[in-house]
């Protein structure tokens, strides 16, 4: 199925932030994706644009967010991640706000994909937003205090790696209690010879899961049970 790529821009504080819509040709009114790229961005990394044409593939418009434009920054810089991190939160708020304006879209189904920095930012953003009715969180360490602590997250699918060296897979079991605590439904799947990002089988699961939990949560399909996977109601 073709897959059309168009370059947006919307403000956020004063600061022009690109985001990169990928929708299937023909869908009317899909559920729609913020994705929510690394601290690599997205100069370097060809993998972001590959996984949102397939999720778009899937029957999605995907919103790939520039959020480091807010700091102006090509790749995070990880002495100042800390003291960036409520900005470039307030940007995918605002980008958030953006994509629940468009018409093209159905906007009672949003999700969010994020991808380890992005992950976090996912993270904090769903559990303040409750027009987030779907996350994936791709190896993301888990924001201490920028989670209050009567938020409630969305149903959640969890993926980490069990060697990663960057974002310790610690962080997937806090995610995972916190989802528990707040008795939300979700999945989690660990790779236990993976590191920070998938490869080969790993990451072709991960993309499998991914899909099929936004095809219950967002396109309304039910559940796709995989095998190995575990589901928490």
Known sequence: MPVTQHRHVFSSSGKDIAVDTLQADGLSRPPAVIMLHGADGLSENSQYVEGAQAVARAGYQVNLVHYLDRTEENRASFSTVFQNFQPWLDTVNDALAWVANRTEID???LGIIGISLGAALGLAAASADRRIKALVNYFGPLPRGAIAPDAHLPPTLVL???????VPVANAYAVEALLRQQEVPHEIQIYPDQGHGFRGEARDDALLRVIAF???Y???????PLPGERLDR
């Open 214 to 216: 936004l095809g219950q």
């Open 160 to 166: 980490h790696g069990a060697m990663d060296p960057i």
């Open 107 to 109: 906007t009672t189904r």
């Open 218 to 224: 967002l396109a309304g399909n039910g559940p796709h």
